[in-house]
């Protein structure tokens, strides 16, 4: 990154308006990839990989806030969101490697490779995001994993539900699922069901899911690879994650050196979608801070 630049004030209070992020299309290897795109190309880079089963709207506000002192960019992943869904019997396997080679590419096509960029993943996302830093250390500045897959010894009992769920979607069935991925039932909009139930339907989009599952709780990064991460880390995870127990923040934490840990009180799987204020202000201050 550069450090050139004075800290950022925060954002609380600030006066500024947030703009809208832009929505964008680019091919990548033949698969077509939709991303929103917020501030200014001449400031440091932070891209932002969402989790199974999710999109880059998931981030909500934050990609958006966060553009005023950086530029952000926010993926829906191959298979998911508005994204092309190959087939996994294609080139493309949906394996963490997979996904890894291809958002280096990204990076690269649409040219935000001249600057080291910061990458910020939550679960399947930061699975991603810890192998990119792994193979590409010249790529990769400073790291978030937010509830991070990549330590699993096989699927937990909730991931277990939320694949039976996909297979199967009614609003019922999701809504039940994601209820558990929360630290407040009260907080699973319609929206957020119908939207994952509307995606999930897409062409392509279970055999995706399926795919991406199965790499990604059967395999792991495995503490000697951690170890090799030195890029500074911000860990965040939400204290009530049924989803991947905080035990596995600590795993995380105590195994890349570079790293520290916040945990985000009354917040499950995804505390950047139900305190998005306080995740806001926990990267500003991490990002903000160089």
């Excluded at 994993?145 to 297979?167: F, N, R």
């Excluded at 392509?204 to 990064?221: C, H, K, M, P, W």
């Amino acid at each position: 990154m550069h450090r050139n630049k004075p800290r950022a004030p925060s954002l609380r209070g600030s006066n500024q308006s947030i703009a809208m992020a832009r929505e964008n299309y680019v091919k990548v290897n033949e698969i077509r990839i939709r991303y929103l795109e917020s501030g200014a190309r001449n400031h440091d880079s932070l891209l932002f990989i969402h989790g199974l089963g999710s999109s880059a709207d998931r981030w909500l506000d934050i990609p958006s806030a966060l553009s005023l002192y950086f530029h952000t960019v926010a993926l829906d992943l191959p298979g998911s969101g508005l994204s092309d869904k190959p087939h996994p019997k294609c080139k493309f396997k949906y394996t963490i490697q997979d996904f890894a080679d291809f958002i280096i590419q990204f990076i690269d096509k649409i040219k935000i490779n001249d600057a080291r960029t910061s990458l910020v993943g939550h679960s399947l996302g930061g699975y991603i995001a810890a192998q990119i830093a792994l193979q590409a250390k010249g790529l990769v500045d400073r790291l978030v994993l937010i509830d991070s897959s990549g330590m699993l010894d096989g699927p937990t009992p909730l991931l277990k539900e939320y694949i039976a769920a996909a297979e199967r979607p009614t609003y019922d069935s999701v809504k039940q699922v994601f209820e558990q991925m929360v630290a407040g039932p009260n907080r699973i909009p319609d929206l957020l069901v119908n939207g994952f139930i509307f995606r999930i339907n897409m062409p392509g989009a279970l055999d995706a899911f399926r795919a991406a599952y199965e790499n990604s709780v059967n395999t792991q990064i495995g503490k000697k690879r951690l170890e090799q991460i030195r890029n500074e880390t911000l860990i965040i995870w939400g204290r009530r994650d049924n989803l991947i127990p905080l035990e596995y923040c600590e795993i995380f934490g105590e195994t890349i050196k570079n790293s520290k840990q916040i945990i985000v009180e009354d917040a499950g799987h995804a505390p950047f979608a139900e305190k998005p204020a306080v995740v806001c202000e926990l990267l500003h201050r991490f990002f903000g801070n160089g």
